[in-house]
């Protein structure tokens, strides 16, 4: 039985957002049979991982098969007995992982610093089983009047909250406003057909995004879960490491923007407009939810179980035998077996040349499949994948595909991505489109099709 050690940290001055991540990773986890323990402070999340049998103890021994920490306060971790997984935020809780997890909507620079495999981007969001619920009970009827909840994170002050609040008052518009704080927060006197409340952090969170209107929001680990929900976000970016997901939520037109709480008491104007827009509101309601789509606690947990490795020599005769299945063969663009000889020439050139990356990934040591990088032109890579014969039909192919990718971008960093794959070979079309690939604009030779996939590069 596989074992997770989760460390994070939650309360009134920093937030719960770290521990909500870590709650959805224990949901996940505990589903899958594994034994989950969490380290450190969980605020008011306590009974949401005793509830899964998660024990809650306040330091860790770093001693599991897998140890996943989201937390910017702590530096390089102890020597571990498992693999370790990093949640990242930019340059924020950076440190050697085996596997480590950027969730933003776009990706830092990044220097290569030998983590095995990088996964970047809103695919890898970890997102709570009542966070995707919400998702999916989510109607889009507009309220009368329309419902608007408020939520800075639990480290914004009592004045940001009011200062929120103030500004959707000063619309002049009839509304029903909820707003989440952790301590006491002076509301102003509601106007004409306007009401306010304020009530501390709930587990109905998700319930309350599903059923708004609009939700004025700090820019932090909240902006994913309004996006997986479908909910209409106007954001505030409350401190620095929020400000590169501030900037990209508005510049793909995922949410509208209120500036710092400095700008609050000047956002009425543009809280009117948004309000008094529910086409505007839809939009950018659908682009959240196309792009944050709620899977990426699984994605995680399917990386932290896989590892990666360079093939080797050693390799010649596995990777021959799969070459030369006749299910590979059937869709490749050379059909014909191929020699040992010619093989290990071949693979020989592959090791030694750097525009070729070779990997080989394994569970316990068990080799399930390959998947190769060709450098075609300066930041743009083919990809091909084979899956080991005896472990097709498993569900795999996904996985293999993820962390190979991931092992190239922590390799050489953002990267667009090709693929070329047999019209008619649909598992494989399926494949790369649930990965993120869509037709290019560059030319096939039929029956091929070409398929590619961009990073975001912040």
């Known amino acids: 039985m596989t074992s997770l050690l989760l460390r994070a940290d939650g309360g009134p001055t920093i937030g719960v957002g770290h521990v909500a991540r870590c709650l959805a990773f224990a949901e996940a986890a505990v589903a899958r049979g594994w034994t989950v323990t969490f380290a450190g402070e969980a605020a008011w999340l306590a009974d949401r991982f005793r509830a899964l049998d998660v024990?809650?103890?306040?330091?860790?021994?770093?001693?599991?098969?897998?140890?996943?920490?989201?937390?910017?306060?702590?530096?390089?971790?102890?020597?571990?007995?498992?693999?370790?997984?990093?949640?990242?935020?930019?340059?924020?809780?950076?440190?050697?992982?085996?596997?480590?997890?950027?969730?933003?909507?776009?990706?830092?620079?990044?220097?290569?610093?030998?983590?095995?495999?990088?996964?970047?981007?809103?695919?890898?969001?970890?997102?709570?089983?009542?966070?995707?619920?919400?998702?999916?009970?989510?109607?889009?009827?507009?309220?009368?009047?329309?419902?608007?909840?408020?939520?800075?994170?639990?480290?914004?002050?009592?004045?940001?909250?009011?200062?929120?609040?103030?500004?959707?008052?000063?619309?002049?518009?009839?509304?029903?406003?909820?707003?989440?704080?952790?301590?006491?927060?002076?509301?102003?006197?509601?106007?004409?057909?306007?009401?306010?409340?304020?009530?501390?952090?709930?587990?109905?969170?998700?319930?309350?995004?599903?059923?708004?209107?609009?939700?004025?929001?700090?820019?932090?680990?909240?902006?994913?879960?309004?996006?997986?929900?479908?909910?209409?976000?106007?954001?505030?970016?409350?401190?620095?490491?929020?400000?590169?997901?501030?900037?990209?939520?508005?510049?793909?037109?995922?949410?509208?923007?209120?500036?710092?709480?400095?700008?609050?008491?000047?956002?009425?104007?543009?809280?009117?407009?948004?309000?008094?827009?529910p086409d505007r509101r839809a939009a950018l309601a659908e682009a959240a939810a196309a792009t944050v789509d709620g899977g990426g606690v699984d994605r995680v947990l399917d990386a932290a179980t896989l590892t990666v490795r360079e093939a080797t020599l050693a390799d010649a005769r596995t990777l021959l035998a799969w070459r030369n299945d006749p299910d590979t063969r059937a869709w490749s663009r050379g059909s014909q077996p191929v020699a040992a000889q010619v093989h290990e020439s071949w693979l020989r050139r592959t090791i030694a040349d750097p525009d070729h990356l070779l990997l080989v990934v394994e569970r316990d040591t068990t080799p399930l499949g390959t998947v190769r990088f060709d450098r075609i032109e300066p930041g743009t890579w083919e990809v091909s994948i084979v899956v080991a014969p005896e472990h097709r039909g498993h569900g795999l192919a996904g996985r293999i595909l993820m962390v190979g990718q991931g092992a190239l971008h922590a390799r050489v960093g953002p990267a667009t991505l090709l693929a070329t794959v047999h019209e008619a070979n649909t598992p494989s079309m399926a494949l790369f489109r649930r990965a993120g690939y869509h037709p290019a604009t560059r030319p096939a030779e039929p029956p091929f099709a070409v398929l590619e996939r961009h990073s975001r590069p912040a």
């Open 55 to 277: 024990p809650v103890v306040p330091a860790a021994d770093w001693a599991a098969d897998v140890v996943l920490v989201d937390h910017y306060g702590l530096g390089e971790l102890p020597e571990t007995r498992g693999r370790v997984v990093s949640m990242e935020d930019g340059t924020y809780g950076r440190r050697a992982a085996d596997v480590v997890v950027d969730p933003n909507l776009v990706l830092a620079p990044r220097e290569p610093d030998g983590t095995g495999v990088y996964l970047g981007g809103p695919r890898y969001a970890p997102l709570r089983a009542d966070v995707v619920a919400a998702r999916r009970a989510r109607s889009g009827v507009p309220g009368d009047p329309p419902r608007v909840v408020v939520v800075m994170g639990g480290g914004a002050a009592a004045d940001t909250v009011a200062a929120a609040v103030a500004a959707l008052r000063d619309t002049g518009l009839p509304m029903s406003v909820r707003a989440i704080a952790a301590g006491e927060v002076p509301l102003p006197p509601a106007g004409p057909g306007q009401h306010f409340a304020v009530g501390p952090p709930t587990p109905e969170l998700p319930t309350l995004f599903a059923e708004a209107d609009l939700v004025v929001s700090a820019a932090g680990v909240t902006l994913t879960e309004l996006c997986c929900v479908g909910a209409p976000a106007a954001l505030v970016q409350l401190v620095d490491n929020q400000a590169t997901g501030y900037r990209a939520a508005l510049s793909l037109g995922l949410a509208a923007g209120l500036g710092t709480p400095a700008d609050l008491p000047a956002a009425s104007a543009d809280l009117r407009d948004l309000l008094s827009d």
